[in-house]
């Protein structure tokens, strides 16, 4: 069963979140992207909150500026540093005396999660992220790999000021076709039923600013005339390793983000278990989500410390297939 709760943080943002399970036991948190909402973790809070899985509480926060979150204004308050704040002081609000057992995330909720476990690693015991780039191997896609910097031209078109308006026209097909564009009503794996797509127009009709403006606070795209962006940063290695146990699940037909992005992953981070899913596209969560929560749930059983004492074991096990890598 899916709750819907509102959590009003320390720092004056309310963030509207979906829970399933029991308050009191290991937490897991999940964090959605674009174009998206909490919604779209629904199927893991409530496989992740049966005991047979590990009995967690399970919460996903709509982020600031989506859904009934509170959406700032001002582009700056979407910059990384508050999207780290409002997370990590969820977590303090819903595991105060521990970290979280996993922090899950997608998308920009993985560029979330990879700043938040560079920055406070001792608020979770593992991260997993799906198909959500590495800042340091992002940035180096974007300045020198023609492949990368063409896929994510759409993000400069995002930035527009006119984004808004031109994205809700005819029923906001230009947002349907980035599902549509890898297969979510004809691929392999169809997933975008009718039910669902009166989900996302709900979170949309609600207002799209919020959503725009991660683009528009962040330098991370292509360059153009007149906008340096990704092209003149910089970022220090230290804003980059990432010493918490991570797995990062990649879906390898994301036409978005290829799979250079993965490459050199283990120079950042140091304790990395990577799986390639061949046939996944970007929208893993929704094609194949009971292969996703067998390789959540694999990790987070070789972390006996997340779970009660009467439900240690003291033998670990790690699956291991063909499309996996330790470094």
């Known amino acids: 069963m899916i709750d819907q709760v509102s959590h009003a943080l320390p720092h004056g943002i309310t963030l509207s979140c979906r829970v399933s399970g029991e308050a009191g036991r290991p937490v897991l948190m999940f964090l959605h992207g674009f174009p998206e909402a909490a919604f779209a973790w629904d199927a893991m809070l409530e496989y992740f909150a049966q005991p047979e899985h590990g009995g967690y509480f399970c919460i996903a926060p709509n982020l600031r500026g989506y859904e009934n979150s509170s959406a700032p204004k001002d582009v700056e308050a979407y910059r990384p540093k508050f999207l780290v704040q409002d997370i990590l002081a969820l977590a303090q609000i819903v595991s105060p005396t521990a970290p979280l057992a996993g922090l899950i995330a997608h998308d920009w909720g993985g560029a979330v999660a990879w700043n938040a476990a560079n920055q406070h690693p001792e608020a979770m015991r593992r991260l997993m992220v799906i198909n959500s780039p590495h800042p340091g191997t992002f940035l180096r896609e974007l300045q020198n790999n023609p492949e990368q910097q063409a896929a994510s031209a759409y993000m400069n078109f995002l930035i527009r000021p006119d984004a808004e308006e031109?994205?809700?026209?005819?029923?906001?097909?230009?947002?349907?076709?980035?599902?549509?564009?890898?297969?979510?009503v004809d691929g392999p794996h169809p997933w975008l039923t009718d039910a669902i797509k009166a989900q996302y127009r709900a979170v949309w009709q609600q207002g799209l600013t919020g959503p725009l403006n991660y683009y528009r606070a962040s330098p991370m795209r292509p360059a153009r005339p007149g906008d340096a962006a990704?092209?003149?940063?910089?970022?220090?290695?230290?804003?980059?390793?990432?010493?918490?146990?991570?797995?990062?699940?990649?879906?390898?037909?994301?036409?978005?983000?290829?799979?250079?992005?993965?490459?050199?992953?283990?120079?950042?981070?140091?304790?990395?278990?990577?799986?390639?899913?061949?046939?996944?596209?970007?929208?893993?969560?929704?094609?194949?989500?009971?292969?996703?929560?067998?390789?959540?749930?694999?990790?987070?059983r070789d972390d006996k410390a997340a779970r009660p004492v009467n439900e240690r074991t003291k033998v670990v096990r790690a699956v291991r297939g063909p499309r996996t890598q330790r470094y």
């Open 166 to 184: 031109l994205l809700a026209e005819d029923d906001f097909r230009r947002l349907w076709e980035f599902f549509t564009n890898m297969g979510a």
């Open 230 to 300: 990704a092209a003149g940063l910089h970022l220090p290695h230290s804003m980059l390793t990432v010493q918490v146990p991570t797995c990062v699940i990649w879906g390898m037909k994301d036409i978005a983000l290829p799979p250079g992005l993965i490459d050199g992953l283990g120079e950042f981070v140091s304790k990395l278990t990577l799986h390639r899913i061949k046939n996944g596209s970007h929208w893993l969560v929704h094609e194949q989500p009971l292969r996703l929560a067998g390789l959540i749930e694999d990790f987070l």
